[in-house]
């Protein structure tokens, strides 16, 4: 029953290092989010994509690319992995809000999330 | 860009009912109300939506007055294994979202 699928639990990298962190979901939604999550800092959003090749800057998007070439998979990229970039990486995905709503749930799906430690 | 402002924590005993209010000033006609239920290592659980009145499902019930500028999620009986951060996020259409630092439950017994 897993929906959004993250290709990794844990992961340990070395600084420098180009790291890909892939995010998977099935439910053929528009939107899909790459956010981090840091004690005390809550949920911040890195990338955001409401369609195929399509990105946007969350808040906090330096030292961070993205690329998403096919709808259902979204991937995140550091491009020199440095050791603030340790932290909880989780992905998710919702539906586009059309203008006429409905009963769709348009609530985010989550990833169960990805521990990157960079050493 | 719908910004939400929750407190930052909330005590409650077994057995009783919590409500946790979220205040989305700016939230736009479009815009529906989504809530989320995290515990600690695990990604965000939505919980419930909804778009104005009275919403209830199996595990909560929301409540939007006519205004729609806040929201309030209300728990049933909590139990020991309903101590969590609660995210309120109000999505739609294309904007970016953003989650505030969330409502952390602790219920104590």
């Known amino acids: 029953d897993v929906k959004v699928t993250q290709s990794s639990r844990y992961l340990v990298k070395r600084t420098g290092e180009k790291v890909f962190l892939e995010c998977v979901q099935d439910?053929?939604?528009?939107?899909m989010f790459w956010y981090r999550q840091d004690p005390g800092l809550g949920l911040r959003l890195i990338y955001f994509?409401?369609?195929?090749?399509?990105?946007e800057k969350g808040d906090i998007p330096e030292g961070y690319s993205v690329s998403r070439e096919k709808k259902e998979r979204f991937s995140l990229i550091l491009e020199s992995a440095s050791t603030n970039q340790t932290s909880m990486y989780l992905c998710?995905?919702?539906?586009?809000?059309?203008?006429?709503?409905?009963?769709?749930?348009?609530?985010?799906?989550f990833g169960s999330g990805t521990r990157l430690t960079v050493v | 860009l719908a910004k939400t402002t929750q407190p930052i924590s909330m005590d409650s005993y077994e057995g009783q009912e919590v409500n946790i209010t979220c205040s989305h000033n700016?939230?736009?006609?479009?815009?529906?109300i989504t809530w989320y239920q995290q515990f600690p290592s695990q990604g965000p659980r939505f919980i419930i939506q909804?778009?104005?009145t009275k919403v209830t499902n199996e595990v909560a019930s929301l409540f939007i007055p006519a205004d729609r500028k806040s929201s309030t999620l209300s728990l049933p009986r909590v139990s020991l294994s309903d101590t969590a951060v609660y995210y309120c996020?109000?999505?739609?259409?294309?904007?970016?979202?953003?989650f505030g630092t969330g409502t952390k439950l602790q219920v104590i017994p």
């Open positions: 439910m053929d939604h528009e939107n």
């Open positions: 700016n939230i736009a006609t479009n815009d529906y």
């Open positions: 998710a995905s919702s539906p586009y809000l059309s203008r006429t709503g409905g009963n769709r749930n348009y609530g985010y799906t």
């Open positions: 996020l109000v999505v739609g259409g294309y904007q970016k979202v953003t």
């Open positions: 909804g778009y104005k």
């Open positions: 994509s409401y369609d195929v090749k399509m990105k």
